[in-house]
């Protein structure tokens, strides 16, 4: 028999931090395989991932993974961090096909809103390792980079921007898993009383009765179903990515191939922000995205403009220990720029500025075009960002490359 028959099914949170079932006693995740589980999260963004030191496909971690947590038989909710993108909850959807009893996929904030009793709306506020996500109509995500005072009160800010009505609840979710996040949620639910708003901690204790109390409103189905994807009303913004020079905060970011320009005031280029894996960075609105695995240099995001097919910008992340420094970056990147053809990389610079940044730079020259590399490193990930336009004509791009390289962040 299909669908959620049963009385009780596996509540399973995959993501911030950890994946486990929340649903019943820290003993339900006594006996599981960590190693699989860690691997799974950690290479949510890429295809192969190292368990063991032996290479794994992560399609296959997420398929065991999320096998070990399921109740034979009796269905499963997954419920991911609201502010994932399309490709990653693609990854979840995917690895639980294969569970029986029926699997519902939702995120984090629809089984958190179960937390408020009352009809009346929810704003809900979800802690991870480098940002802060506010989630009502529209999801607003903070980088962690603060002072952790000053960081409540900017999350304070955009709930009251968020809010249109003066009854909301606000729900302060810090998942166990985050480093730090459980004093950020004191600090956030605090401010955010002071302020005169309603504000519930959702702690562990409290995430498991939700948990419990959610059960009953699962509705039958027979297959894995993803949450819908966002409408008009439910879009993405990043605020404070870059230094306070420029200000995003009518930027619209979304998952690669979709944008909703908007204006950034430093620049007057209408925006988007493209989040790729675990990068986020601003481009201009109406230029087209695509990735890039074939031809020279490494697989990549490119972003041509829609008047010139050799203005371009290219994007490409790989991560690094948390304590890679910009010198050792360099020093890598020296070693694989001198296995090419002479001619082809110039002016290495390795403790270079671009944007206000400490960068590496350096220059990559074709027969068409030539590139201008920014490679910045952002805790454990390292971001290229090249400029391409044709010889001569660095300056059309210029104040594109600039805010591309001034916001490109880490996330998640």
């Known amino acids: ?198 504000v519930m901690e959702i702690d562990e204790p409290r995430l498991s009765r939700v948990a419990v109390s959610a059960q009953s409103t699962l509705t039958e189905v027979g297959e894995t179903q993803p949450a819908a994807p966002p409408g008009p009303s439910r879009i993405w913004k990043l605020r404070g990515l870059a230094a306070a020079a420029v200000v995003l905060v009518a930027a619209v970011p979304v998952a690669v191939g979709v944008g909703h320009p908007s204006v950034a005031p430093a620049t007057g280029v209408p925006t988007t922000f493209l989040v790729e894996g675990r990068v986020a960075l601003a481009v201009p609105a109406n230029w087209t995205v695509q990735r890039v695995l074939a031809g020279p240099g490494s697989a990549r995001v490119q972003v041509t403009s829609p008047t010139d097919a050799e203005a371009a910008l290219h994007v490409t992340q790989s991560p690094v220990a948390p304590d890679e420094t910009l010198s050792a970056t360099a020093e890598r990147l020296r070693r694989a720029i001198g296995s090419e053809h002479d001619g082809v990389f110039v002016d290495f610079n390795p403790s270079g500025f671009s944007a206000g940044r400490p960068a590496v730079t350096y220059r990559e020259v074709r027969a068409n075009h030539q590139v201008r590399w920014t490679v910045i490193v952002d805790g454990p990930v390292r971001i290229s960002v090249g400029c391409q336009s044709r010889p001569g004509a660095g300056d059309a791009i210029r104040t594109v490359c600039e805010q591309a390289v001034r916001s490109a962040h880490a996330i998640g």
Not at 9 to 21: F, K, L, N
Not at 53 to 82: K, Y
């Open 1 to 198: 028999m299909s669908g959620f028959m049963s009385a009780h099914r596996a509540i399973i949170e995959a993501g911030p931090g950890v994946i486990r079932r929340i649903c019943c006693s820290a003993d339900a995740n006594a006996d599981l395989d960590t190693e699989i589980l860690d691997a799974a999260l950690a290479g949510v963004d890429d295809p192969v991932a190292l368990v063991g030191e032996r290479p794994v496909a992560v399609d296959s971690l997420w398929r065991a993974a999320l096998r070990s947590l399921a109740c034979a038989r009796q269905g499963a909710l997954i419920v991911h961090p609201s502010w994932w993108s399309s490709s990653r909850v693609g990854v979840v959807t995917a690895g639980a096909k294969g569970l029986s009893g029926g699997v519902l996929v939702r995120p984090r904030s629809w089984l958190l809103a179960h937390a408020s009793k009352a009809d009346r709306e929810v704003i809900v506020v979800e802690i991870a390792e480098r940002l802060v996500a506010i989630v009502g109509t529209e999801i607003v995500a903070i980088p962690r980079t603060k002072e952790p005072r000053h960081l409540a009160m900017e999350i304070v800010r955009v709930i009251d921007e968020m809010c249109s009505d003066a009854t909301a609840v606000v729900l302060v979710d810090a998942a166990a898993a985050i480093p730090g996040g459980s004093v950020l949620a004191t600090l956030i639910a605090r401010a955010v009383r002071d302020s005169g708003q309603s």
